[in-house]
């Protein structure tokens, strides 16, 4: 046989040669489709900019989505699973003990590029030079900082011990569950499934974010090659809008319907592969009648043209409330301050696209392999799409390769359902990453007014804030963004004088909804604005401004909460930070500091219930079983230490199972809130356990419930969230470079369950920060399209642009709390923007208003570079055993 002819290509892969079809697009594709090599994870093929696909080929590491099969012939290809075991074994303890991932589906490309440098380099690889060799990678959970611990360990051979042997309960920097698995890659998500008989859908999406379909032609699809079905909005049994809070969002829009933004699907093609089912959804022929677009969020208001199909005004949602009388105390205010604020929208980026598998049951139902953050929602939105039972549908929890919120709403759950069902078949639909930005919600850019004003020593005294959201077409989770944004207004300080008022616009840009930060980050971008420009008016440093404002227990914050003794880690986390604070004034550095909190959970009146099951089996082992989506922040771990702690059992009986055979109450895992709530749950579950005897093969229930909350402006003092994070950061900028030299992060988690994790969210978190704060944007263009279709463009910042992060875990128990726990998944990153801005004003007297600031840089350069997989391969084809 010749390596290559008309059919197939012959290659030697893991040490054994193999033939596969020639008609593969690139080498990632006859891996993981016709070989069944998972630990290459395709993240963005074939575009090349994410890494997580690296293979090494004739002992170079290679990104294989953009390596042609042809060439491959003859060639010799070792993945994570060519290694020899003991090679894997020390990546694998090496990436668990040192925390060194999250979500783990970029840590396999990490792995084989870390193996060509250290053995060519071993102990002598510095992290510096190791950094610059990940250019060619993304990692949007951990910020680098621990994979490179994990990298310097395994050059410089040092033993991975852990705190397992003396204590592994709550407290503990045990290792992550899971974690030498998902190093390895040998944990799969949703696309690494494989079932017999498995057909692959594909999506055709909308010409035009705003138009009437006037019809829709699908012959051309549906003879092409391995088509086995065409499927539109007619094909559609039970209701045609699913939606979390509103059912408003179309899963395809009809002949004679409407389009509302770029991600609108019109169609989806079902072949026998990924590739049949791609080119022939680019054969659906659409007639439209275009309109013109509705794309300005504060035009959009007053105008007489409603921006989407099916609804009735432009206005999704306002929120407000005030106390005091806000125009006489700025009137009487000796300092006052009227600033407009600009945020951008932003892509989660998270490594991992989004994919469903559908399989039909035997009982004539459908089970659904999901990586959502809400498995009952789809659950309930996809049997509404049927029109049939909830019964009738089974959603099981596959963890994600990262979510930060953009996995709450489905996106082609419902579709890969539909086709399964009606087909009586298993179908699997993978975005590709341009279908992902197109169709999931971003985070919301808003624009905020603010009045604010203080005495003569700096305390404030009135603020008056208007709030205008672009929250895109649908409804999503927009309009509770905006209501914390307005809840949020203040930052964590005090003031008699409130008055807010945030508005979430319907337009047909980019649907936005839940991010990391959820509109508090927004929010307090611009109140940390304020209390510079106040502080500098006054006369005294920012971090003193802060001080004498921070709000304290028993003080009213926002919308009229009296603050409990959980508060005082506000104050805390800044006074963690003054020494440091002060060194860096004296050495001359430009410095900046933010201040922010963040609820934990839902609040707003919300009755938050949860369960989790503990169950003893006669194998030995403790099963604890919970609902929450594991995307990378590490709920199985929690889970897992809290059943040590309360039981005083080994770890290594523990297993940690996400149950979908029952409804457990969580709903989204969202709101920093898995932690709180599955804890609560956790512990609960292990006293009944024990106050009954542990008995084997008995399912013990435990709850956790946060009742209490109100909605704004329901009672004069509401309690409107039961919890809040706290966090302090301060941002030392070299002054004439304006090049970050260092973050320095202080959070107030409320009790560490795991110190090892809480550090790596909140390195996440700050790399995060630092990327929203300069260089980080997904704009869209006069259509309402994205400007952007590849991961190259978004400004997120490389590990060789990343300072040093140093993390500072603060500890204020929480009143009512389990283990006075308060979360820190979103915390992270609401003061970085702030603190950067005040850092790049010290530098250089300029006060910055909208973001991206797109001046200065992290980690010594003036801005990313936006290097990618594609653009350091030339440097990275060098890289030998």
């Given amino acids: 046989m010749t390596l290559v002819d008309q059919d197939v290509v012959v290659l030697t892969v893991n040490g054994e040669e193999v033939a596969v079809r020639a008609d593969h697009p690139h080498l990632l594709s006859a891996l993981r489709e016709e070989l069944g090599i998972t630990s290459a994870k395709d993240g963005c093929s074939p575009s090349g900019q994410c890494g997580c696909c690296t293979v090494m080929i004739d002992g170079k590491v290679q990104v294989s989505c953009q390596y042609p099969l042809a060439k491959a012939a003859g060639r010799t290809v070792v993945t994570l699973e060519g290694l020899p075991a003991e090679e894997r074994g020390r990546y694998a303890e090496a990436f668990a003990a040192c925390g060194g991932l999250q979500c783990g589906f970029c840590i396999p490309g990490i792995v084989m590029r870390a193996k060509a440098q250290v053995d060519k380099k071993g102990a002598a690889l510095t992290r510096e030079d190791m950094s610059r060799h990940l250019g060619a990678h993304l990692c949007r959970c951990t910020g680098y900082v621990k994979i490179l611990d994990a990298i310097d360990a395994v050059a410089k051979g040092t033993p991975q011990a852990t705190e397992a042997a003396l204590h592994a309960g709550v407290g503990a920097r045990l290792p992550k569950y899971e974690a030498q698995t998902l190093a390895l890659g040998d944990r799969g998500y949703v696309d690494d499934l494989r079932v017999p008989g498995m057909l692959h859908a594909a999506i055709r999406l909308t010409d035009h974010a705003r138009a009437e379909v006037l019809r829709i032609d699908t012959s051309a699809a549906a003879a092409a090659p391995g088509v086995v079905a065409v499927f539109t909005a007619a094909d559609v049994p039970g209701e045609l809008r699913v939606g979390i809070i509103e059912r408003d969002w179309p899963v395809l829009v009809p002949e004679g319907g409407r389009t509302s933004y770029a991600g609108d699907v019109l169609a989806v093609v079902v072949a026998d592969s990924r590739l049949c089912a791609r080119a022939a959804a680019s054969l659906v022929e659409v007639e439209y009648h275009q309109l013109e677009p509705v794309t300005d969020p504060r035009a959009a208001i ?47 980026a998270y490594l991992e696209p989004e994919c469903t598998l559908a399989v039909p049951r035997d009982d004539g139902g ?58 009586r078949r298993p179908v699997k639909c993978a975005f590709s990453r341009e279908e992902s930005f197109l169709v999931h919600p971003k985070r919301h850019p808003i624009r905020m007014e603010y009045w604010a004003g203080c005495d003569a020593d700096g305390h404030l005294t009135g603020l008056r804030a ?50 990391r930060g959820f509109g508090a980050n927004q929010a307090q971008f611009a109140m940390e604005g304020v209390m510079d420009r106040l502080a500098e008016k006054v006369g005294i440093s920012g971090r003193e401004m802060r001080k004498r404002n921070v709000v304290r227990p028993g003080d009213l914050w926002g919308p009229g909460q009296v603050m409990d003794e959980g508060s005082a880690g506000a104050e805390r986390c800044l006074d963690a930070l003054a020494a440091r604070y002060e060194a860096a004034r004296r050495e ?37 079983r919970h609902g929450w989506t594991e995307m990378g922040q590490g709920v199985h771990t929690v889970a897992l230490q809290v059943a040590v702690e309360e039981l005083g059992v080994d770890p290594a009986r523990v297993v940690v199972l996400v149950d979908t055979s029952r409804e457990l109450g969580e709903g989204q895992t969202t709101g920093s809130r898995g932690t709180l709530m599955g804890a609560g749950a956790v512990a609960d579950a292990c006293h009944k356990a024990l106050a009954a005897g542990c008995a084997q093969g008995v399912d013990y229930v435990g709850e956790h419930r946060v009742d209490w909350t109100h909605h704004l402006g329901e009672v004069e003092h509401p309690t409107v969230h039961a919890a809040f994070g706290y966090a302090a950061q301060l941002v030392v900028m070299d002054a004439s470079t304006r090049s970050i030299e260092r973050v320095v992060a202080a959070h107030d988690v409320g009790r560490a369950v795991n110190p090892m994790l809480c550090e790596g969210q909140v390195e996440g978190s700050v790399h995060m920060g630092l990327g929203y704060a300069l260089t980080e944007e997904f704009p869209a263009d006069e259509r309402g399209f994205p400007v952007l279709s590849t991961l190259r463009g978004l400004g997120i910042l490389r590990a060789k642009d990343v300072p040093p992060i140093e993390v500072l875990l603060v500890e204020v128990p929480q009143p009512r709390s389990p283990y006075g726990i308060k979360g820190v998944g979103e915390i992270g990153l609401v003061p970085t923007a702030g603190a950067v801005a005040a850092a790049l004003h010290d530098a250089d007297g300029v006060w910055r208003t909208t973001l991206p600031m797109g001046t200065g840089g992290a980690g010594g350069s003036a801005a990313a570079d936006g290097e990618t997989a594609a653009d350091g391969q030339a440097a990275a084809d060098g890289e030998g055993a």
């Avoid at 043209?305 to 306002?318: F, I, K, M, P, Q």
């Avoid at 996995?407 to 087909?423: F, G, I, R, V």
Wanted: hydrophobic share 40%; charged share 20%.
């Fill in 302 to 348: 007053t105008s007489q043209e409603v921006a989407v199909w099916g609804t009735d005004s432009n206005v999704l949602s306002r929120s407000a409330y005030a106390r005091g009388d806000v125009d006489t105390a700025l009137a009487a205010s000796a300092h006052v301050v009227h600033e407009v604020f600009e945020t951008q929208r932003v892509e989660h």
């Fill in 366 to 423: 459908v089970h659904v392999y999901s990586g959502g953050q809400g498995i009952w929602d789809d659950r309930d939105q996809i049997a509404s799409v049927l029109g049939v039972s909830s019964d009738a549908v089974s959603v099981e929890l596959v963890s994600n390769g990262g979510a930060f919120g953009g996995k709450e709403d489905m996106s082609n759950q419902a579709q890969t359902a539909l086709a399964a069902w009606l087909l």
């Fill in 466 to 515: 208007r709030m205008v959201g672009d929250s895109g077409a649908y409804a999503s989770v927009g309009m509770k963004v905006l209501e914390r944004a307005a809840g949020h207004a203040t930052g964590p300080y005090r003031l008699e004088a409130v008055d807010v008022e945030s508005i979430a616009v319907r337009t047909n840009n980019p649907v936005c909804g839940a991010f």
């Fill in 588 to 624: 001359g550095k430009a410095v900046g500091i933010g201040l922010g909190l963040k609820n934990s959970g839902l609040g707003n009146g919300f009755k938050e219930v949860t369960r989790a099951v503990v169950r003893f089996c006669e194998d030995g082992t403790v099963e604890v």
